[in-house]
């Protein structure tokens, strides 16, 4: 058997910690990371677009488990059904292009996002709320949202741009 892609979980905010111990050990590892521009110039220049997440590219049967499991800072493969996730080359490939294409264009932007539409904070004390896109402010990553509270007041927030994320509604 030849050596597949394969996703390792991290212990929490230790996914460069691991990355660099994976390099360390010479494994042939994708951590896919969006350069941003933080409002705070002494923030983190980069974010792991899959925080807990790296891609492993090994032989298993070689390897094995337990070797991945006692790294430092690794909480070992992820398993579906007993059985290690596997990821297609061709996804490793079409995230290798878009994570690219991101940073090449400057970051993450909500272009397109259209005031009244339904976002989702992701990170930050708010994280996991809906709220609505309001506006884009200019000259800065950031936007204003109005997040719903009780009796439908809604509240306005200005959050960095990497914070909401669209809701796709079916």
Known sequence: MSAQWYLLRSKPNKDEALWRELLARSYDVFYPQLHVRPVNPRSRKVRPYFPGYLFINIDLPVVGFSAL???????????????PALVPD????DL?????????????????MKQGEAVLIQTGPFTGYEAIFDARLAGSERVRVLLKLLNNYQVPLELPTIQIKRIRRR
């Open 96 to 112: 290798r292009r878009h994570i690219e294409a991101v940073n090449a264009a400057g970051g993450e932007r909500p272009d397109g």
């Open 69 to 83: 499991a006692w790294i430092p800072h690794s909480h070992g493969l992820v398993f579906f059904d007993k059985e």
């Open 90 to 93: 061709a996804l490793i490939a």
